[in-house]
Structure formats: structure tokens, C-alpha cells
């Protein structure tokens, strides 16, 4: 053709042992790692601590498995492990069939009010678990009003275990359970009609077998939840013992850290099967629905309809019912001899438990999680979706942000005691301090955020980034102007999502605060193991109303600030 | 001839087992307009992303101006690319889309207003400066798409398959457009695509790729004249094939028949296929002249301006297809089942080596 064909057209040329990337490329990339080894510190390190010590006796020493031996043949603490499972398996079944018939009614209904009813039932997720076990004190304790109800049995048990862990897992799996029954196709009912199935035929063979991932889903999610939740049965357990007592008091209360860790480990079996199963799911999940589903609309079914409209009016009178219990307890003088209302309650300073400096370190460690950890998670997650190369820091990333979601809070707390309190470790100075608060929850929560974040990465187009490069602007001026601004409303959701859980959350932080940093959640279980039960409902009470105004700033800011704001977002 | 502007030589891309391009070379002249076409997973877009410095060869030299640019950072490179998807910024209006790339190149204001105005102008979207992508069409979004990506005055203009997601007309609107404004400034151009009447309706100079090797470089009508192999001959157009095998210099034998071929043939090789584009079979009344065979009309096909009718040649197994003008069908009485007699004209077959 032309002369370029006598050039050698040899492939002696090496490829640059520096990539082809750009110095900018490289800085983001040396952010990537730095954000992997905190991962790998504050996450994978500690619960390798956790593990050893497990195996380990109180002089440091490896024994095996005879802590567990021990645990296992101590009648009054392997008698917790049938305990525990027997209480969520109830709680399993009570919880997945209610969060089915709320979510039925709220997606496949002509209900009115469903705004207002959904906003209701969601409301529990606002308050730290200890509140609905207060509440029920209140109700069916031994001065409860409501205490004939239960005909001589105690609240104090397996009861009370059940109600309240029920209370507050139902949000959870009232949002997964909404989330799968939205997923219909109207194609499957019309054939089903058209073919001439009754209306329970249909239901059997169309409607649950559609949910049925999410179904699964919030079963396990439930049954975790409830297995490793420490609050409510710590407050209205009684004598009762589960796992995730037992390892409060065995570290707490017996300074044995060993069979502590042991119990953990045991805690973390359930945990790590569902967070298996649920991935498994997930990944069947995504096949199921097909990008021509057409949306079903419900037709009018007076019958049905009436059903499910008593079901949702009983099901938030029920939910507004504990809230209310506990914000007119706060309020009562002295239940249930003076029932004049005052803030008396509200006095924290009078009363052991850190008084209302908790309730500030609280705010405060909650700002700093919320602004901190969105930051960081967002920005490492967009690195991850979207910087090029690093294709092996990328996985392992990737699977250490996964991980917390399978570590129960309590577990990871103790984990923190033996990994950040070794005397050889060079970050043992902020142990006792605000900062392993923070760190904690950031880990401790870290999987959803990240999941958030880079589904939202995930939507936008690839090739921003190789547009932008092509047109010789930084990657990070990119993030900057077009990544960020697009993903806003998903940042704001993992900032209002970290604010709130640290807010609320009890189980991690409890053997991490000192006395500078006593936290609001955990001056509720202090008061309350004190006996200042109404304090610790107003504390409680306090906690909640911090999350409410934490979420209709989080409403107003996304709502109505940015879709006024950012014209683009209307079509 | 013009200088070489862009030259790859010899590119290999190994995912794996999967060798996605094997021994690539090629040269693009200055301001040329070079399609790639083929089907896909062909490679086309592997080698356009390697121009780009979007992915890396496994081997192989990639020069760009006269220099070597295999292993450079994407950002020290000299093109412009337009994405199937567009790849707007949703949150950026029109003007500050376009005026992205100017931004960090430290040019003032007022300049980058002037600059976007007058690419508006060039595309055809004058005034659009304050609408968002969303607010746009198809087609526009598109045009502004291009505008971004001409902003820079890059020396090279990449499109990847810019006109599959637009429906047809717009889409044969917008080719005769990005063709008019790709002479007007004369860049030199690399578009990838899997539509053969893009390819021969825009390019200069088509590159036509098969499981990961070139196939055939040549202008649209070298490449649809003279297909160099039956998988561009069939890619390109429309095209019968027959087996055949060799009985003399100038003769073929394909079942009962005797045809003969213009050029010469080798005898040594058996099983080839010789092939006739629908539109080069001749009808006849009668069975006079070299290369004419009785058949029957086995079905027509109505395509609007000409009639595609499906042929059954005696002793031929294979079905032919013939394109005929509605008019020629009118007096050749060309119907159903009617009988009929057709040409192979000898200066229109093409011979390929090997059965299908």
C-alpha cells in the first residue's frame, strides 16, 4: 500500500513496567489501598483476634477446643444455645408471616392510607431495641397495666423475649418482604385467570411462589437478628439466658474474655449462614423477573380489602400501642403511684448511666459515623466500580466490606476488646476514646453502605469515565462534577443510615465506651439494669426522636432541596 | 497517496484462552473515514478500545502521528470518542457537556461559549445550550455526544457504534450528517459497526473483520465487488453460493452443469464454492448463451421497488436467489411456478476456496 510496510513491524517493545496509567490514576489507586488496609485492620484483623482467643486459655495459651467443651458441657450456659434458637425460630415464624399479610396489604391491596401505614410500621426501626422491652415492662410487668392479660405467666422470659424481639425485627423484614411482593408481572395473573384458576390457586401458584426468595430472605434475616440481639433480652430476659446474653455476662460480669470468645464464635454460625444463603438468593433472585414484567394493579376485592385493612389498623395500633407505652412512662412522676406528667424523667444528671453527656457523645458519635463513614464508604466504593486496573484489590476489598454484614454487633465489639486493647498494638492508644466508637460502627454497618453505594455506582453509565479521560480531565474532577452529583441521593441515604444505627445501636459499642464516652444507647441499659426504668424509657424516648428528626432532614434535604435544586432530575 | 496517520501493526488481544484479535495490522490515512464492520464479537471494538488506550494488546505496536502510543495513558493521547450510549453527564447541561473537556485545558470563558456555540452550530443544535440530556432526543443527544467529543480538536475521531441505539430514519439521517461534517473538517475517523449499509454508505476505507483477524480492507466498492472471501461475501450484501468443483482452466462443474468463469482457475483444488450476488442472475426466454440454466420460479418475495424470487435451477440443489425490477417481472411473466431461464453472466461469479 505505502512505504510503512517496509518498518519493522517487530513486537520487540515491552510493556512500561508502570501500566499505562496516568498520575492520577495512581494517586486514586494508592487512596484504594489505604482504604483496603483500614478495612483489613479495623474489620479482618479483630475477628482473627477473636478466633485465636477462642482457642485459647486465660494465660494466652492454645487449648483447642476445650473453651468450647467447657461452654458445652456448663448445663446453665448450653442450655442458652436451645434457648436462643427456639426463641427466634417463634420469632422466625411470627415475624415472616405478619411482615407477609403487611406486606401484601400495602402492595397488592386497594387499602386507603398505605403512605401513612407503611410510615407507621417502619417507625420501631427509629428506637434502639431496648425500647419495646421497656415498653413491655410497662404493659405486662409486675405493675403493668395490662398485666391480666398474660394470666399469671411473667413478662419476664421468653414472652417478653418474643414480643420485643418481634417489635423491633418487623421493619426489617416488613422492607424486604414489600420490596419482593412489588416485583410482579401482570402477564401471570392474566394467563392465570384466562386459564380458570380460583383466586387461592392463583395465590398458591403465582403469588407465593414469586415471593418466595424474599420469603427465605426474611426468615434468615430474622432468625440473625433475633439470635444476636443482646438488648431485649437483657432488659425483659429475666432469668432466662440466651447466647448474646451469655457473652455479656461472661465478659462483662466474669471478666472471662476466653469463654466470652467462644460464645461468639458459636453466635457467629447463624450469622454466617444466612449471610450465605442470602447471598445464594440473591444471585437466584436477579433471574427471576424479566425487564417486560408489566406492573400487576390490584382490582378491588371489598372482602379481601376489609381483611387486610383491619390487619394493617390492628398491626399499627399494636406498633404505636409500645412507642406510646414508653413515651407516657417516661412522662409519668413515679409509675404507678404518681401519675402526674412531668420531665422529671428527663433530669439524666440525677441518675447513673452518664446522664445527658450521653445523650451529646451519642449526637456526636453519630455525626462524626455519618459524616466520616459516608465519605469514606462512598468514595472507596467509587473507586472500586469505577477506577480501572487493580482487579485483585478490587476482590479482596470487595469481600472484607461484605464481611460485617455476617459479625454480629456483639461480636465484633469484643473482637475490638482483644484486637485494639493488645498491649502490643500500636493503635491501642484509641482504645477508650471516641474514635474506636466511631470506627466500630463505621465497620459495623459497613456492608449495606457499600452496597448502596455501588448499586448506585453501578447505574450509571461506564464510560464516564473513559469519556472524561478522553478528553484529558482527572478522574477525580469527574467524581467531582458528574459521579457525586448523580449518586446524591444514595450518599444521603447511607449518611442518614449510618446516623441512625448509631444512634440506636447497643451491642457493639457496650464493651467499647468509657467513662468520657458513655453513649445514650448504653445509659439506657445502665438505668434500666439500675432500676431507673423510666429514665432509661426517656432516654429511649430521646433516642428515637433524634432519629425521627435525623430522617425528615434526610427527607427534606432529598426531597424537596435537591429536586428543586438539580433541574435535571425532572424529566 | 496521503502521509499514514495512524498505523497498528501486527495487534494480538488474549483474554484468557480467547484470542480476541490475532496479528491486526493496519494503516489510516490522514482525514480518512475508516468503518469497521463486522459481526459481532468480531473484534471491532477490542481493536478500537486498544486506539484508545481503553484496554491493552497482548502484543503488538500502535503509532498515532509518528509516534508509538501503544502503552500511553488514555489521557496522553490525541482522540475524541462517541460511545453507543452517549455517555452524557445527566447532571450537565448541553453547553457544560460540550465545554467538559475545554474546561481543564485552562481556556477562558468566553472563549469556551464561542467555542460551544459554534459546534452547536456545526451539529445543527444552535440554542440548545441550557437543555439537559434528558430533555433531547435521541438523535440530539447524539449530535451533542459528537459536538463533546470534536470540542478538543482532536486529530482523531472514534465512534462506537454511534447510530444502533436511534431508530431508522433518524439514523440514516444522522449518517449522511456525521459524514458531511467528517469531510468539512477532515478528521481522521475510526467508526466501528455491525451494519454493513453504514459502513458502505459512510467509509473511505472498510475493514472488514471475522473472529478476530481482518477479512478484507478495500473501499466500499472494492468490498462489495470483489469479496477476497466467502465470509465477506456473504457478510456484505447478498450473496448465493453453489459448490462446485474445478473441471478445466476456465470451467466449473456444479452438479449436471457446466459453468464457465472468466478468470483462471487452479486445477488442483476441489470443493469450491462459486457465488453470484441476487441482483447479477439474468433472466431469459429462452436457454441461449453461455452459463444459461432451465428452472422453475419457486417463490416470490415483494420488496417494494424490485421482487426477490427464490429459483429452482435443474440439477442444482441449492435454491438461488434473484433480485428483478417490478418491471422486468412484468414481461418475463415471473411468477410462482412458471418456468424460467436464467444467466450466470461468467464476468459476475465470484470462486471461493472450500465447501460452506
Not at chain 1, 426468615?219 to 440473625?224: G, L, Q, R, W
Not at chain 1, 466474669?254 to 449462614?273: C, D, R, Y
Amino acid at each position: 500500500m505505502d512505504a510503512t510496510s517496509t518498518v519493522s513491524r517487530t513486537n520487540s517493545n515491552k510493556r512500561p513496567f508502570f501500566g499505562q496509567k496516568s498520575l492520577d490514576e495512581w494517586l486514586l489507586g494508592s487512596v484504594l489501598v489505604v482504604g483496603i488496609i483500614a478495612l483489613f485492620i479495623c474489620i479482618v484483623l479483630p475477628i482473627y483476634s477473636l478466633l485465636s482467643k477462642s482457642v485459647q486459655n486465660n494465660a494466652g495459651e492454645f487449648v483447642g477446643l476445650d473453651n468450647f467443651l467447657t461452654f458445652i458441657t456448663t448445663p446453665s450456659l448450653s442450655s442458652s444455645i436451645g434457648n436462643s434458637v427456639s426463641i427466634a425460630l417463634i420469632c422466625t415464624f411470627i415475624v415472616t408471616s405478619l411482615a407477609f399479610m403487611a406486606a401484601y396489604g400495602l402492595t397488592r391491596t386497594k387499602i386507603p392510607l398505605k403512605g401513612t401505614f407503611r410510615l407507621v410500621m417502619a417507625l420501631p426501626i427509629l428506637a434502639p431495641s431496648l425500647l419495646p422491652a421497656i415498653s413491655l415492662v410497662y404493659l405486662f410487668g409486675n405493675q403493668g397495666i395490662m398485666k391480666e392479660l398474660l394470666m399469671g405467666e411473667s413478662i419476664y422470659g421468653p414472652i417478653g423475649i418474643i414480643i420485643g424481639s418481634c417489635f423491633w425485627t418487623f421493619p426489617h423484614a416488613l422492607m424486604i418482604m414489600v420490596t419482593a411482593l412489588s416485583n410482579t408481572d401482570a402477564r401471570l395473573y392474566e394467563s392465570a385467570d384466562v386459564l380458570g384458576a380460583s383466586p387461592a390457586r392463583t395465590f398458591f401458584t403465582v403469588t407465593l411462589p414469586g415471593a418466595k426468595y424474599g420469603i427465605i430472605s426474611v426468615a434468615f434475616v430474622v432468625f440473625t437478628l433475633v439470635i444476636t440481639d443482646f438488648g431485649v433480652p437483657k432488659v425483659i430476659g429475666g432469668q432466662f439466658n440466651v447466647l448474646a446474653t451469655d457473652i455479656y455476662k461472661q465478659v462483662i460480669g466474669q471478666q472471662n474474655f476466653e469463654m466470652g470468645a467462644a460464645v461468639s464464635v458459636i453466635l457467629l454460625l447463624p450469622a454466617i449462614l444466612t449471610f450465605i444463603t442470602d447471598r445464594w438468593l440473591q444471585r437466584r433472585q436477579s433471574a427471576l423477573l424479566t425487564s417486560k414484567a408489566v406492573p400487576w394493579v390490584a382490582p378491588k376485592r371489598p372482602i379481601v380489602d376489609r381483611f387486610f385493612l383491619v390487619t394493617m389498623i390492628i398491626l399499627s395500633a399494636i406498633v404505636i400501642g409500645i412507642i406510646a407505652m414508653a413515651v407516657y412512662a417516661s412522662l409519668v412522676t413515679f409509675w404507678p403511684y404518681n401519675l402526674a406528667l412531668s420531665l422529671n424523667n428527663y433530669q439524666f444528671d440525677l441518675m447513673d448511666g452518664g446522664g445527658w453527656e450521653s445523650y451529646w457523645n451519642s449526637i456526636e458519635m453519630a455525626c462524626y459515623t455519618a459524616v466520616i463513614g459516608t465519605g469514606f464508604i462512598f468514595f472507596q466504593s467509587y473507586l472500586v466500580e469505577k477506577l480501572g486496573g487493580y482487579k485483585v484489590i478490587k476482590w479482596f476489598f470487595h469481600l472484607f466490606a461484605i464481611l460485617p454484614l455476617a459479625v454480629p454487633g456483639l461480636v465484633l465489639g469484643l473482637a475490638y476488646i482483644f484486637f485494639f486493647n493488645a498491649p502490643n498494638n500500636p493503635l491501642n492508644g484509641i482504645y477508650g476514646t471516641m474514635a474506636i466508637l466511631v470506627v466500630c460502627t463505621i465497620s459495623h454497618f459497613y456492608t449495606v453502605c457499600h452496597l448502596t453505594g455501588t448499586t448506585a455506582l453501578k447505574q450509571i453509565d461506564p464510560e464516564f469515565e473513559s469519556v472524561s479521560a478522553s478528553l484529558k480531565v482527572p478522574q477525580i474532577y469527574t467524581f467531582w462534577r458528574v459521579s457525586l452529583p448523580v449518586c446524591l441521593p444514595a450518599v444521603l441515604d447511607i449518611a442518614s443510615y449510618l446516623f441512625v444505627n448509631a444512634m440506636t445501636t447497643v451491642s457493639a459499642v457496650v464493651f467499647l465506651y468509657s467513662y468520657n464516652t458513655t453513649l445514650a444507647s448504653v445509659a439506657v441499659l445502665n438505668m434500666d439494669d439500675a432500676g431507673d426504668i423510666a429514665p432509661a424509657a426517656a432516654m429511649a424516648v430521646m433516642i428515637m426522636m433524634t432519629c425521627m428528626v435525623a430522617k425528615i432532614i434526610h427527607w427534606f434535604v432529598g426531597d424537596v432541596l435537591l429536586k428543586s435544586s438539580q433541574r435535571w432530575r425532572v424529566r | 497517496m496521503s502521509s499514514t496517520y495512524l498505523a497498528l501493526h501486527n495487534i494480538h488481544q488474549k483474554f484468557g484462552t480467547h484470542h480476541a484479535l490475532k496479528d491486526v495490522s493496519l494503516d489510516v490515512a490522514e482525514g480518512e473515514f475508516v468503518c469497521f464492520l463486522g459481526p459481532s464479537g468480531c473484534g471491532k471494538t477490542s481493536l478500537l478500545r486498544i486506539i484508545a488506550g481503553l484496554d491493552l494488546p497482548t502484543a503488538g505496536k500502535v503509532n498515532q502521528a509518528g509516534t508509538d502510543i501503544t502503552y500511553a495513558p488514555v489521557k496522553h493521547r490525541d482522540f475524541g470518542i462517541v460511545f453507543q450510549s452517549y455517555a452524557l453527564f445527566p447532571n450537565l447541561s448541553v453547553e457544560d457537556n460540550i465545554a467538559y473537556g475545554l474546561v481543564t485545558q485552562n481556556v477562558s470563558a468566553p472563549q469556551r461559549r464561542a467555542r460551544v456555540k459554534e459546534l452547536l452550530a456545526t451539529v445543527g443544535l444552535s440554542g440548545s445550550e441550557s437543555k439537559y440530556p434528558a430533555q433531547l432526543s435521541g438523535g440530539q443527544q447524539q449530535r451533542v455526544a459528537l459536538a463533546r467529543a470534536l470540542a478538543t480538536s482532536p486529530g482523531l475521531l472514534l465512534l462506537d457504534e454511534p447510530l444502533s441505539a436511534l431508530d431508522a430514519r433518524v439514523r440514516a439521517h444522522l449518517r449522511q450528517e456525521i459524514k458531511q461534517l467528517q469531510e468539512k473538517l477532515g478528521v481522521t475517523t475510526i467508526m466501528v459497526t455491525h451494519d454493513q449499509e453504514e459502513a458502505l454508505t459512510m467509509a473511505d476505507k472498510i475493514v472488514v473483520m471475522n473472529h478476530g483477524v481482518i477479512e478484507q480492507i478495500g473501499s466500499p466498492q472494492t468490498v462489495y465487488t470483489q469479496p477476497k472471501s466467502a465470509f465477506v461475501a456473504s457478510f456484505v450484501g447478498e450473496m448465493n453460493f453453489l459448490q462446485a468443483d474445478v473441471a478445466g482452466d476456465r470451467t466449473l462443474k456444479s452438479g449436471d452443469h457446466t459453468i464457465e468463469f472468466n478468470g483462471l482457475l487452479d486445477p488442483k483444488q476441489s470443493d469450491i464454492q462459486v457465488a453470484i450476488r441476487p441482483e447479477d442472475i439474468r433472466f431469459f426466454a429462452d436457454q441461449d448463451g453461455e452459463n444459461t440454466y432451465a428452472g422453475r420460479v419457486a417463490h416470490t418475495e415483494f420488496l417494494g421497488s424490485r421482487v426477490r424470487s427464490t429459483l429452482k435451477l435443474d440439477g442444482i440443489d441449492a435454491p438461488l436467489l434473484a433480485d428483478v425490477s417490478m418491471n422486468e417481472m412484468a414481461t418475463l411473466n415471473i411468477e410462482a411456478g412458471h418456468p424460467v431461464y436464467c444467466q450466470l453472466p461468467k464476468d459476475r461469479l465470484h470462486v471461493f476456496e472450500g465447501a460452506k
